[in-house]
């Protein structure tokens, strides 16, 4: 077991937006992209100082839920507004 911020991680995107939204969607399309390429592995997603642990899904096929796993990004962003 590792301690926090010793992972083995790769920086794979970042960027500014104007809007927590779009920083939301600019963070979803990031992680559909390292998805397609890396597959189905745990990713950890900073946006705003908010910080998610998101493992994509399978389809039926096998393959990884590309589509769940943009929707999963913004469903938890909207779960997490709606609490505070």
Avoid: K
Wanted: hydrophobic residues 45%; contains cysteine; aromatic residues 4%.
């Amino acid at each position: 077991m590792l301690t926090a911020g010793v992972e083995n991680v790769q920086h794979l995107a970042d960027g500014t937006a104007g809007t927590r939204a779009e920083a939301v969607e600019a963070a979803s399309d990031a992680l559909v992209v390292a998805a397609m390429d890396r597959g189905r592995q745990q990713y950890r997603i900073c946006v705003a100082d908010t910080r998610f642990i998101v493992r994509p899904g399978l389809t039926a096929r096998g393959d990884v839920d590309l589509i769940d796993l943009a929707d999963a990004l913004r469903a938890a962003d909207s779960f997490r507004s709606n609490a505070s």
